[in-house]
């Protein structure tokens, strides 16, 4: 019999940037740094046997900027199914191009060096299947932009 075990993930989006933020209509235009994440919901699909299987599904992220930034960061919670059953942090992994290659997630990973403006983050996922009890497990994605080391610009 086949054992089926479908992981969903939800993104939110944290800035640890300060006073960056909204323009005012009289003044210089503000440091702003957003983040938009396609898709909303990341299907990783069907972990079909035991061992590191690569997710077909990847996560865009559009960082739009106006000013210097530190890293982006990303973080999950484990992966739970309804009857409280986990896939543990560390058994699963991110990829960009920043990463040079699979990293596990048991601590926040860097997925961006720091930057000047937009740009787009693409990430790909793995998960180390084990024997875990075959339904539906979800968890969220946490991203966090980080402040720039540099000075403000003037």
């Avoid at 990303?74 to 290659?101: C, E, M, Y």
Wanted: net charge negative.
């Amino acid at each position: 019999m086949k054992k089926t075990v479908t992981v969903m993930m939800w993104a939110m989006a944290v800035a640890v940037f300060g006073p960056a933020g909204v323009a005012e209509a009289t003044g210089p235009v503000a440091p702003f740094v957003s983040l938009s994440i396609t898709p909303d919901e990341l299907d990783l699909g069907t972990v079909p046997f035991a061992g590191l299987w690569d997710s077909p599904a990847s996560l865009k992220v559009l960082v739009q900027s106006n000013c210097s930034h530190g890293p982006i960061l990303v973080s999950t919670t484990p992966l739970t199914n309804w009857q409280h059953r986990s896939v543990s942090a560390d058994r699963i992994f991110v990829k960009s191009k920043a990463t040079n290659g699979f990293v596990a997630m048991q601590k926040p990973v860097a997925v961006s060096e720091p930057q000047n403006g937009s740009h787009e983050i693409e990430l790909n996922f793995r998960v180390q299947g084990e024997m875990d009890l075959a339904g539906q497990y979800s968890g969220t994605l946490t991203f966090t932009i980080m402040p720039s080391s540099l000075p403000p610009e003037k």
